[in-house]
């Protein structure tokens, strides 16, 4: 069945206002980078509420929403979650499992297999995606577009968390099997990414990267291609 029209008037901005507010925010994103270097200072556990319900705010494929936001600050579980996520990735960088052509793409970023943030950081979240839903007869549900869907959400998520002075690092400990278990989360979830949650740590460093301008990333069609001869 339909569900019911409602109004939907959203106010219309004047332009200056419009691109007052199109600078400020591209600033303020601009300024977000992924930290590997966390500080153990507590995040209230609202903060982290507010980012996941900010995210799932996210449009998704016939409004499934299909993505479960895994929240954990013991610390426990997050020497665990570390353990088995150094344990992949040990075999990754150290083991020969990561192709050289990752490898060499990973170099500029100065990673290894070390995950210490999984436990200083206090708050880990785990993103999970819902491959498909369950019926109350325990049939199965269909999503749709699920990754598109979770890479829209978690995009949101990060930018939620960045507006509130908080850092993440987007982290994807490969393979991420492992996260189902230790999470007990059922078999229609798989994880997505992982992550930590905080404030960069006093004597936090990023890489200096560059990010691709506007004319490497935007591409203007303005009339039909020329058809070939
Ligand atoms: C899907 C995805 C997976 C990522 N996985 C990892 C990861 O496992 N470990 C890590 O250190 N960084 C990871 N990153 C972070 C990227 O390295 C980082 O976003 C990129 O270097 C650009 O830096 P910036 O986020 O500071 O702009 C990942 C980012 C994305 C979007």
Same mark, same amino acid.
């Given at each position: 069945m339909p569900a019911p029209m409602i109004p939907y008037t959203p106010e219309r901005l004047d332009p200056e206002?419009?691109? @007052? @507010?199109? @600078?400020?925010?591209?600033?303020?994103?601009?300024?977000?980078?992924?930290?590997?270097?966390?500080?153990d200072d507590p995040v209230p556990r609202?903060?982290?509420?507010?980012? =996941?319900q900010t995210a799932s705010t996210a449009p998704s494929g016939a409004h499934r929403q299909p993505w479960r936001f895994v929240v954990t600050e013991d610390p426990d579980i997050k020497h665990q979650i570390r353990q088995a996520a150094e344990e992949e990735e040990r075999i990754n960088y150290e083991g020969g499992r990561l192709p050289d052509?990752?490898?060499?793409?990973?170099?500029?970023?100065?990673?290894?297999? @070390?995950?210490?943030?999984?436990?200083?950081?206090?708050?880990?979240?785990?993103?999970?995606?819902e491959r498909h839903g369950i019926n109350p007869d325990g049939s199965r549900r269909n999503n749709f577009y699920v990754k598109?869907?979770?890479? =829209?959400?978690?995009? =949101?998520?990060?930018?939620?968390?960045?507006?509130?002075?908080?850092?993440?690092?987007t982290h994807t400990p490969s393979p991420m099997r492992f996260l189902t278990k230790l999470l007990g989360r059922p078999d229609n979830e798989r994880p997505f990414c992982m992550f930590p949650i905080g404030y960069p740590a006093d004597d936090c460093v990023v890489p200096d990267l560059r990010r691709k301008s506007l004319d490497e990333v935007m591409v203007e069609v303005s009339k039909a291609p020329k058809p070939r001869t």
């Open positions: 206002e419009q691109q @007052r @507010r199109a @600078r400020e925010f591209h600033e303020e994103m601009e300024c977000r980078r992924s930290v590997r270097f966390f500080s609202g903060l982290v509420e507010l980012a =996941i052509h990752w490898r060499e793409a990973l170099e500029p970023l100065g990673t290894d297999w @070390r995950k210490p943030f999984l436990e200083t950081a206090p708050w880990v979240v785990v993103m999970f995606e598109e869907s979770a890479g =829209i959400a978690a995009g =949101i998520f990060i930018a939620a968390l960045h507006h509130m002075g908080l850092a993440t690092l």
